[in-house]
């Protein structure tokens, strides 16, 4: 989707150890594959993002990761995402709100969200309005349920096509740094209640510090 944000070099590299080598870039791959698949399985992709940065030594154990919100920020729902809603009329109020995950100075996701205030509570929408938490914490009462919509790869460590061509690569390249752009992956998703209310659609992009890690040492 070309009028959410765009895919820019990073300023800085998750990891000096990640190498411009067929290996590394395979790992990666392998990787990002494989969080990918866990975030699409769960319904929380917060909490998801948690275990992850846990299990890999990114986040301490009683550690959490923390919403910025854009206090300001002012944005149209897309008028194909906005239809999966069902909204009872086309000016039906949709609230927006706009957060980075974060944890020690790393952004690990940015997140867009469009939510109908009705459908949710006055306790729950101060809090989205008014805090920074997480929007999985606060609506977590709904037990809600979460249908992908959509899924874009913004950037591969493998290039299109590179199992047909031949590999070659000198030492030099491969003991190169591998510059990361800023973003990685995009999941958009319709967030449920237990009964099945549509009541929020989401944009998350997920940054390369998630694999901000020593890749595993090759044999």
């Known amino acids: 989707m070309s009028d959410f944000a765009q895919n820019q070099p990073s300023s800085e590299l998750p990891t ?15 990787l990002i594959n494989q969080m990918e698949n ?52 086309p000016h039906t109020a949709l609230n927006y709100r706009k957060i980075r995950l974060v944890s020690q100075g790393r952004t690990y996701s940015e997140a867009e969200n469009w939510f109908v205030p009705q459908r949710l ?31 874009e790869t913004l950037w591969s460590p493998l290039p299109e096509l590179w199992e047909m061509q031949p590999y070659c690569q000198n030492q030099e390249q491969a ?8 973003h990685l992956f995009r999941h958009i998703a319709l967030l449920r209640t237990h009964e099945g209310t549509p009541f929020s659609l989401v944009v998350e992009t997920y940054t390369p510090q998630s694999f901000a890690f020593a890749p595993p040492a090759a044999p």
Do not use: Y
Not at 16 to 30: E, V
Not at 128 to 142: C, K, N, W
Not at 175 to 182: D, G, I, K, R, S
């Open 16 to 30: 000096p150890s990640w190498q411009n080598s067929f290996l590394h870039r395979l790992m990666l791959a392998s």
């Open 38 to 89: 866990h975030l699409l399985a769960e319904s929380s992709a917060t909490q998801t993002l948690e275990r992850w940065l846990r299990d890999h030594k990114l986040l301490g154990k009683q550690e959490t990761l923390r919403a910025e919100r854009e206090p300001d920020a002012q944005r149209i729902c897309p008028p194909d995402l906005a239809a999966a809603l069902d909204l009872p009329t």
């Open 121 to 151: 509570t006055k306790t729950m929408t101060e809090a989205l309005e008014q805090t920074d938490t997480p929007f999985g914490r606060v609506v977590s009462p709904l037990r809600f349920t979460r249908q992908l919509i959509r899924r």
């Open 175 to 182: 003991e190169e740094l591998l510059a990361l752009p800023a």
